[in-house]
């Protein structure tokens, strides 16, 4: 009895032995389990599920799609940015830009605007090519210019410039809200101004240094002092221009002047992605009308949706009793935009009677300005077909502001006189880039003010342009060995 009790207990402590090992394996496997499945779950958070897996790439009919449309939809509108929360620098970014711009007045603005308005109905009326010029890069141009100027010349660069009663103290602090208001005012925007003062090396001590000041603090201008002898110099002011458009104008001067002795340059760039992407699929080509009534073929842009373009906004107006139309296509966050304006007359005008490019210009000018123009409606009813161009630009623009009243700024005697004596605009030049696609626009503008210096006195060397007398004389006793008169020099090998 005391033998069978004694090989239970044994049995019954062998049964439990065994049992509890069997449950710790089942444990520890049970373990590893759960920790595999927390792995699992580390290599696929929800949120990184989210992003990976939208509902155009988890469709199995199109396992993976790379429909590059519907990429660049994505890129440009970015839908996640509006479901989340934005990084609160670039907010904090937004609002500093946003205070700068509700700084700049109304007057500047306008002032601007009309110059804009002006210049570009000198330049563009009448002319069949394509033109494009940046009233922000003139504008802060000659803005710089007319701290050089004083008397008759302040005068009237005030009255063509549109600044009124404004002095040039409050004008210089109004385009420094202007540039600083541009500055991080869109993440998806690329913005950028850049100015810089060129002075010959042996005249920059004539130069007075309030002028210097008040460019460096209200325009953030460079400073170069350089040989305007050198063609170096040359390639020095044309690689700085190309640097600050990012290589789209590379080239602004071909040579300085014998008597030029400043360059004031102001170099704009612009890429901005749209708000909602063109799609590509959907461009097509069709004919396109010329201003003399001849086709030609252009490549037209436009959305496979209508009815969630939010930002874009479609308009129709009555120019000479004709009916144009207007559109405005956003940049970004929606603070910049793109407008067009085209006739759009009923089908059963005869062509030769639709009113031209020109008309539609001239009627802005008339304004002086685009109020009341400014397309509002949603564009669900209506279809935007808009041709891809890109072209560049390039026009003196001193005979346009002679035309507008400016003749003393170009005046020796005038001119900036209230920065060095005889010093006077010689030249203005404008260049400017534009390309229009798919994606966005990107787009380039500088304007370059070359000042001489007038009068003998002012300049320390000989310049030839006029006949000219000269003989050949033996130094040691004065003998003349020729003697002789230059009126039109010829050279031939």
């Given amino acids: 009895m005391k033998k069978f009790f004694l090989l239970f207990a044994v049995a019954f402590l062998f049964f439990l032995v065994t049992g509890c090992g069997s449950s710790d394996d089942g444990k520890n496997d049970s373990g590893d389990s759960g920790d ?39 890129d440009a509108a970015e839908p996640s940015d509006t479901d989340e929360p934005e990084d609160p620098a670039v907010m904090q970014a937004y609002s500093v830009a946003d205070a700068h711009a509700e700084a700049v007045s109304k007057e500047i603005v306008e002032a601007n605007t009309r110059l804009g308005l002006n210049i570009f109905e000198k330049l563009a009326i009448g002319q069949n090519e394509n033109i494009m010029i940046s009233p922000l890069s003139i504008s802060i141009a000659m803005a710089m210019a007319a701290n050089g100027t004083e008397n008759e010349s302040l005068a009237e660069m005030k009255e063509v410039l549109g600044y009124g009663e404004m002095d040039l103290p409050t004008v210089n602090e109004q385009f420094r809200e202007l540039i600083a208001s541009l ?16 002075l010959a090396d042996w005249f920059a001590d004539e130069i007075k240094e309030e002028f210097i000041t008040v460019l460096e603090e209200s325009y953030d201008a460079e400073l170069f002092k350089a040989d305007f002898g050198d063609d170096e110099t040359v390639e020095l002011i044309n690689s700085w221009v190309a640097e600050k458009t990012h290589g789209k104008i590379d080239k602004i001067i071909d040579s300085i002047g014998p008597q030029t002795v400043m360059h ?33 073929e252009a490549d037209y842009m436009g959305f496979k949706e209508y009815s969630s373009l939010n930002g874009v906004k479609y308009g129709d107006y009555l120019v ?45 000018v008339k304004k002086g300005s685009f109020a009341g123009d400014m397309p509002s409606g949603a564009p669900n009813y209506y279809r935007i077909y808009l041709p891809k161009f890109k ?50 626009t990107e787009a380039a503008a500088v304007t370059d003010i070359a000042a001489d210096v007038g009068g003998p006195a002012n300049f320390p060397g000989f310049y030839g342009r ?20 230059v009126e039109k020099p010829e050279y031939e090998e």
């Fill in 466 to 485: 006029r006949p000219f007398f000269f003989f050949i004389r033996d130094e040691r006793n004065g003998t003349i060995l020729f003697m002789g008169k």
């Fill in 183 to 198: 500055v991080s005012a869109d993440k998806d925007m690329l913005l950028e101004i850049a100015n810089s003062v060129w």
């Fill in 264 to 296: 004031l340059i102001n170099a704009v760039y612009f890429k901005a992605a749209w708000s909602i992407a063109f799609d590509k699929e959907a461009t097509f080509t069709d004919k396109f009308i010329l201003a003399d009534g001849t086709e030609t």
């Fill in 320 to 364: 000479s009793d004709q009916k144009v139309a207007g559109v405005r296509i956003p940049y970004g966050r929606d603070a910049f935009a793109f407008y067009a304006y085209v006739a759009n007359p009923d089908y059963d005008t005869p062509e030769d009677e639709v009113i031209g490019v020109d008309e539609i210009i001239s009627n802005f």
């Fill in 36 to 74: 595999s499945t927390a792995d699992t779950g580390d290599t696929t958070e929800p949120t990184d599920t989210g992003d990976t897996t939208e509902p155009v790439d988890t469709d199995p009919a199109e396992p993976g799609d790379t429909d590059p449309t519907e990429q660049d939809d994505s």
């Fill in 391 to 440: 072209f560049e630009y390039k026009e003196s623009l001193v005979e346009v502001f002679k035309s507008l009243g400016l003749e003393k700024l170009f005046e020796d005697d005038y001119g900036m006189s209230a920065v060095a004596p005889s010093l006077y605009v010689s030249e203005i030049t404008h260049k400017t880039y534009i390309d229009v696609n798919e994606e966005g």
